[in-house]
């Protein structure tokens, strides 16, 4: 798969940022991409609270439903046209949902702030700190 790069979405409250967010974290780990590699930050505890929701609960749906794979592969292919399409089966979502569950703990969705404190606190002479 070609490299999917970095992405900032900045936009308005109900513009969609988790929904698309949550699309391009569920492309990655379908595509059996660690997903302990893969950074998410927000500015709240419940934004980042309900993107690890959503992404559970769009993957189980999907594991279980026809429909909702078929409305996955039809996003992939829309957010995603230039780059490979991975397999969106029944097997693929409860093998990505297996994945995930047992790497939870290792998951790196964070609010701004508790990335830079556990940054700091991975760092500190280097940023001066005693």
Same mark, same amino acid.
């Given at each position: ?20 967010? &949550?699309?391009?974290?569920? *492309? ?13 930050? &927000? ?7 309900? *993107?690890?929701l959503s992404i559970l609960q769009r993957l189980a749906k999907a594991s279980r439903d026809?429909? &909702? ?60 700190? &005693?």
């Amino acid at each position: 798969m070609n490299n999917l790069g970095n992405l900032i979405i900045s936009a308005s409250a109900g513009s969609g940022k988790t929904f698309r967010l &949550t699309t391009r974290f569920l *492309f990655m780990l379908l595509h059996d991409l660690d997903p302990t590699r893969t950074v998410a930050l &927000t500015f709240s505890r419940s934004t980042a609270g309900e *993107f690890l929701l959503s992404i559970l609960q769009r993957l189980a749906k999907a594991s279980r439903d026809q429909d &909702t794979r078929i409305e996955l592969e039809r996003l992939f292919k829309a957010d995603f046209k230039d780059l490979s399409q991975p397999e969106v089966s029944q097997d693929s979502c409860m093998k990505a949902l297996r994945q995930l569950t047992v790497q939870l703990h290792r998951l790196n969705l964070w609010t701004i702030d508790s990335f830079f404190h556990r940054i700091l606190s991975v760092f500190p002479f280097e940023f001066g700190l &005693t």
